[in-house]
């Protein structure tokens, strides 16, 4: 597994597509679990957690899962942890749980790139 993270609109999704071009994409927004579970890349980790939650599905085990069934997967997602604190609850968790979720798939991940002004950092390189 591999991830690529960094703020919005930091380049994230055109150095992964520079450095994975043969990588087959899918919009994390528009994914649903079969798609995921196969995908090759996924642009916009992050909106797949914010849909699912949405939908009240429980994502407890999402990291687990995503391990187990797709160890190769590369996942491209916004650092949503930053700034100000939301007001809405529902933000507040969404934000947590993306932070938890990536957490876990970072330390699983063979290689994470941090963007900023579309330089990445390799911050993990097993």
């Given at each position: 597994?591999?991830?690529?993270?960094?703020?919005?609109?930091?380049?994230?999704?055109?150095?992964?597509?520079?450095?994975?071009?043969?990588?087959?994409?899918?919009?994390?927004?528009?994914?649903?679990?079969?798609?995921?579970?196969?995908?090759?890349?996924?642009?916009?980790?992050?909106?797949?957690?914010?849909?699912?939650?949405?939908?009240?599905?429980?994502?407890?085990?999402?990291?687990?899962?995503l391990i187990r069934v797709n160890?190769?997967?590369?996942?491209?997602?916004?650092e949503v942890g930053y700034g100000?604190?939301?007001?809405?609850?529902?933000?507040?968790?969404?934000?947590?749980a993306v932070g938890r979720i990536?957490?876990?798939?970072?330390?699983?991940?063979?290689?994470?790139?941090?963007?900023?002004?579309?330089?990445?950092?390799?911050?993990?390189?097993?």
């Amino acid at each position: 597994m591999e991830m690529i993270i960094g703020g919005a609109f930091q380049g994230k999704s055109t150095l992964a597509e520079k450095d994975h071009p043969d990588v087959t994409w899918i919009n994390g927004a528009q994914a649903d679990w079969e798609r995921l579970s196969h995908a090759e890349g996924v642009m916009g980790f992050h909106e797949y957690i914010r849909k699912e939650m949405k939908a009240g599905n429980d994502i407890s085990s999402l990291a687990e899962d995503l391990i187990r069934v797709n160890p190769d997967l590369i996942l491209v997602s916004d650092e949503v942890g930053y700034g100000v604190v939301p007001i809405d609850a529902f933000d507040r968790a969404y934000r947590e749980a993306v932070g938890r979720i990536c957490t876990k798939l970072a330390a699983y991940s063979h290689r994470v790139t941090r963007v900023a002004c579309g330089i990445g950092t390799v911050i993990k390189d097993a």
